[in-house]
């Protein structure tokens, strides 16, 4: 299985600052249709995990434009650019490249 | 809107069975895969299998291969899964998603 290990942030953040979260994978996620294949959620508290971003780098509907995704084959970085009240919760990548699709441990984002 | 809601979580004994329901609406149900993730308590997600659009094809988790069964029926607009044999560590909250989307969860709890 691919196995994704995600960094710590160093919580809590102070609101208005920027917050840059990684991820690393096993495998390499780039296919060789030139697609990177990983997603990014949040799980806010109380809530169902949401996506932020896919294809490592596209955001999806409705998401701000505060978050940006990138990375290379294996190493990924979600950046939140001036973090908000709303963007509170746990932080998650996931691969599709392989099965079983596996996830990261989850980084826990709070504000100061 | 596209909304996902899943049903039949209960408490459950080892070694019993227990099927889940999920019922979409807001877009074209036999248009997409639909996978099942899991939640266990305190802990990251798991994804446990997925479904083509017409149900002739499935892909498992290891952990979960030949006790548990992803099924849909396009009809109905409703995505299953049957679990069996089940044990103490299938106790989490289980999610229906389809990409982008995530049902509000349902809970299942193995306990004698």
């Known amino acids: 299985d691919i196995v994704m290990t995600q960094g710590a942030l160093p919580n809590p953040v102070p609101s208005g600052e920027s917050a840059s979260i990684t991820c690393q994978s096993s495998k390499s996620l780039l296919h060789s249709n030139g697609k990177t294949y990983l997603n990014w959620y949040l799980q806010r508290p109380g809530q169902s995990p949401q996506l932020l971003i896919y294809w490592m780098s596209t955001r999806a509907s409705g998401v701000s434009d505060r978050f940006s995704g990138s990375g290379s084959g294996t190493d990924f970085t979600l950046k939140i650019s001036s973090v908000e009240a709303e963007d509170v919760g746990v932080y998650y990548c996931q691969q599709f490249l392989e099965y079983p699709r596996t996830f990261g441990a989850g980084t826990k984002l709070e504000l100061k | 809107e596209v909304q996902l809601v899943e049903s039949g979580g209960s408490l459950v004994q080892p070694g019993g069975s227990l099927k889940l329901s999920c019922v979409a609406s807001g877009f074209t149900f036999s248009n997409y895969w639909m996978d099942w993730v899991r939640q266990t308590p305190g802990k990251s997600l798991e994804w446990i299998g997925e479904?083509?659009?017409?149900?002739?094809?499935?892909n498992y988790a290891p952990s979960i291969k030949d006790r548990f069964t992803i099924s849909r029926d396009n009809a109905k607009s409703t995505l299953y899964l049957q679990m069996s044999n089940v044990k103490s560590d299938d106790t989490a909250i289980y999610y229906c998603?389809?990409?982008?989307?995530w049902g509000q969860g349902v809970m299942v709890t193995v306990s004698s």
């Open positions: 998603t389809r990409k982008g989307y």
């Open positions: 479904i083509n659009t017409d149900g002739s094809k499935t």
